[in-house]
């Protein structure tokens, strides 16, 4: 079932938008080479706390911990470790989630350790790119699969291609769970699927490879990773949608500053 929220409802949804982005922003500057998957989430669930939020993802469906760390070839849901040491040139995808008053928010980032391949950097800027396509296409009166298509066409566009997008996984609605309908597709044809109306949020996170598009989870129930070994790399913001236009919840800026490039003027910058 699909959930609208009232305008109040999206603004608490703002609130842990917030608390995603800042912990996002601590856990990017706490990168590099040594430093565990394990002590990266101790930040997190410190951060989300002292922020008077709590973390979504511990103890959701038994994962373990505050956030996912998911390196290299691992495309989601990596679990974190103390044994599991970030080295120079790795990629880290981290995904987290916060819940304020029992609405969520759900961001991702992938980030460079040290430093990396020229090639590693255009995959992220692909995937991340990507996305933000994605939020341009999210107009109220239009279709989900607008999303889904903008994300797609992105991606196949891209000079430095071609690239594997993953499709097992994709983006969802999100409210008073952390994963509500819809699936969100990153391809597809446009003008499908439900209408994007006022009220409805969207966490919207391609999944970008250097190789293929396949996938296998791993023993541990949780880690997906390529199956051949390609590097990946995934991003994710969650986004309201307005009458007034697309509010990138877990943007600090509410996305006025990428979606201008696409000429698209955000709802609010609360």
């Keep these: 079932m699909i959930q609208i929220k009232t305008r109040d409802e999206i603004a608490l949804m703002r609130e842990a938008g917030l608390v995603v982005a800042r912990t996002l922003q601590r856990l990017r500057a706490a990168v590099a080479p040594g430093v565990s998957t394990a002590e990266l989430d101790g930040i997190a669930e410190e951060s989300i706390r002292a922020d008077g939020a709590i973390p979504s993802f511990k103890g959701y469906r038994g994962f373990p911990a505050t956030i996912c760390t998911s390196i290299n070839d691992e495309v989601v849901h990596g679990i974190p470790g103390r044994q599991r040491k970030l080295r120079a040139g790795d ?4 995904d987290c989630g916060a819940i304020v008053e029992g609405w969520h928010g ?4 992938t980030v460079p350790v040290g430093e990396v391949a020229p090639e590693l950097h255009d995959l992220m800027r692909v995937t ?7 939020f341009a296409a999210a107009a109220a009166g239009g279709r989900l699969t607008d999303i889904s298509a903008a994300v797609e066409r992105s991606i196949r566009s891209a000079p430095t291609g071609p690239y594997g997008i993953v499709d097992h996984y994709g983006g969802h ?10 699936h969100v597709l990153n391809h597809g044809r446009p003008g499908r699927g439900p209408r994007l109306v006022p009220g409805l949020a969207l966490a919207i996170e391609p999944m970008v490879t250097m190789g293929g598009a396949a996938t296998r989870e791993l023993d541990d129930g949780w880690t997906v990773v390529t199956v051949d070994g390609s590097y990946a790399a995934h991003f994710e913001h969650t986004v309201g949608i307005t ?23 955000v709802a609010q910058r609360a």
């Excluded at 990629?91 to 981290?94: E, F, G, R």
């Excluded at 609605?173 to 819809?182: C, L, R």
């Design 91 to 94: 990629l880290v995808s981290i």
């Design 106 to 109: 759900d961001s991702a980032i």
């Design 128 to 134: 991340e790119e990507s996305m933000w396509a994605g």
């Design 173 to 182: 609605g999100i409210g008073t769970e952390m994963h509500q309908d819809p």
């Design 243 to 265: 009458e007034d236009g697309p509010w990138v919840l877990t943007a600090e800026d509410g996305g006025a500053g990428k979606l201008a490039e696409y000429g698209v003027k």
